[in-house]
């Protein structure tokens, strides 16, 4: 009905549209995923939690009773409920989410560039408080902790369907300005050469505001998802990383609901003014 003008613009307010759609993503979704900083703090949180020790827990237990045996010193069968619990307790102190921060913070750009090799968890800055601990269950008992080193770093593994999306994160992270570009361009496209600019400015604007649905759908979708994406014995952790992650997701519909608004309200006042 408006001629080759309309469907110009009718385009770029799409390209406007998906360009918002990414900057959304990457200002507030992506800054979780692709900051290694606010990834350490979120991983090592769910790493020394309560779910992170139902998984490390019986992995770093087994490795420690099979040290044990090898060097001829096995843990008696009288103890190994304790040791059991000494090393959940280890996991789960304060101590241990401070020192294996620093691991995840540079496991994190290697998740992101070969995700093929997963995500390595050290813990070998468990020792002093296994040795605490093992000391607090069974007096003496530190002394037959083996050494750091032996200690295991657990590899979470990351499926071969879901590394193309780790990827895509990490390359859209990089190019946000881009977008940011892209988004104002096409909107001064948009208006510029449609017939209608106030009814184009304002369909940009409430398209923006609809984006406001996109993390909460997200925030539900990814930690299944993220589950999936894992070996079943990794599942949970995995799952507990991806809601961690969204969990302070509202705001960023908050101030994408608002900046819609204010566009669509802007736009009205400003052509309105021109006549």
Same mark, same amino acid.
């Given at each position: 009905?408006?001629?080759?003008? /309309? =469907?110009?613009?009718?385009?770029?307010?799409?390209?406007?549209?998906?360009?918002?759609?990414?900057?959304?993503?990457?200002?507030?979704?992506?800054?979780?995923?692709?900051?290694? /900083?606010?990834?350490?703090?979120? *991983?090592?949180?769910?790493?020394?939690?309560?779910?992170?020790?139902?998984?490390?827990?019986?992995?770093?237990?087994?490795?420690?009773? #099979?040290?044990?045996?090898?060097?001829?010193?096995?843990?008696?069968?009288?103890?190994?409920?304790?040791?059991? &619990?000494?090393?959940?307790? =280890?996991?789960?102190?304060?101590?241990?989410?401070?020192?294996?921060?620093?691991?995840?913070?540079?496991?994190?750009?290697? @998740?992101?560039? !070969?995700?093929?090799?997963?995500?390595?968890?050290?813990?070998?800055?468990?020792?002093? =408080?296994?040795? *605490?601990?093992?000391?607090?269950?069974?007096?003496?008992?530190?002394?037959?902790?083996?050494?750091?080193?032996?200690?295991?770093?657990?590899?979470?593994? %990351?499926?071969?369907? *879901?590394?193309?999306?780790?990827?895509?994160?990490?390359?859209?992270?990089?190019?946000?300005? @881009?977008?940011?570009?892209?988004?104002?361009?096409? /909107?001064?496209?948009? +208006?510029?050469?449609?017939?209608?600019?106030?009814?184009? =400015?304002?369909?940009?604007?409430?398209?923006?505001?609809? @984006?406001? %649905? %996109?993390?909460? %759908?997200?925030?539900?979708?990814?930690?299944?998802?993220?589950?999936?994406?894992? &070996?079943? $014995?990794?599942?949970?952790?995995?799952?507990?990383?991806?809601?961690?992650?969204? !969990?302070?997701?509202? $705001? *960023?519909?908050?101030?994408?609901?608002? #900046? /819609? +608004?204010?566009?669509?309200?802007?736009?009205?006042?400003?052509?309105?003014?021109?006549?």
């Amino acid at each position: 009905m408006n001629g080759p003008r /309309g =469907a110009l613009a009718g385009l770029m307010v799409l390209v406007f549209v998906v360009s918002a759609a990414v900057l959304q993503l990457m200002l507030f979704v992506g800054r979780d995923v692709t900051q290694s /900083g606010r990834f350490g703090d979120v *991983a090592s949180r769910v790493v020394a939690s309560e779910r992170g020790a139902d998984v490390i827990a019986p992995i770093v237990t087994r490795r420690l009773e #099979a040290v044990s045996a090898q060097s001829g010193v096995p843990v008696p069968a009288s103890a190994q409920d304790a040791v059991r &619990r000494a090393v959940r307790t =280890a996991i789960t102190r304060p101590g241990f989410r401070d020192a294996v921060r620093p691991d995840l913070v540079r496991a994190h750009s290697d @998740l992101l560039t !070969r995700p093929q090799d997963g995500l390595a968890i050290p813990t070998s800055s468990t020792r002093p =408080a296994v040795v *605490a601990a093992f000391d607090s269950a069974l007096p003496g008992a530190g002394a037959t902790v083996p050494s750091a080193d032996q200690f295991p770093v657990i590899t979470i593994p %990351v499926n071969s369907a *879901a590394q193309p999306a780790l990827r895509a994160v990490h390359s859209l992270g990089e190019r946000w300005a @881009l977008a940011l570009v892209t988004l104002v361009l096409a /909107g001064a496209v948009a +208006i510029g050469v449609s017939p209608r600019p106030a009814r184009t =400015a304002r369909a940009m604007g409430v398209s923006v505001a609809l @984006l406001a %649905v %996109v993390p909460p %759908v997200v925030r539900w979708i990814l930690p299944p998802l993220a589950e999936m994406a894992t &070996r079943e $014995t990794y599942g949970p952790l995995s799952r507990a990383f991806a809601d961690e992650l969204t !969990r302070s997701w509202a $705001t *960023a519909s908050i101030w994408t609901a608002a #900046a /819609g +608004i204010g566009m669509a309200i802007c736009a009205d006042l400003f052509f309105r003014r021109r006549g």
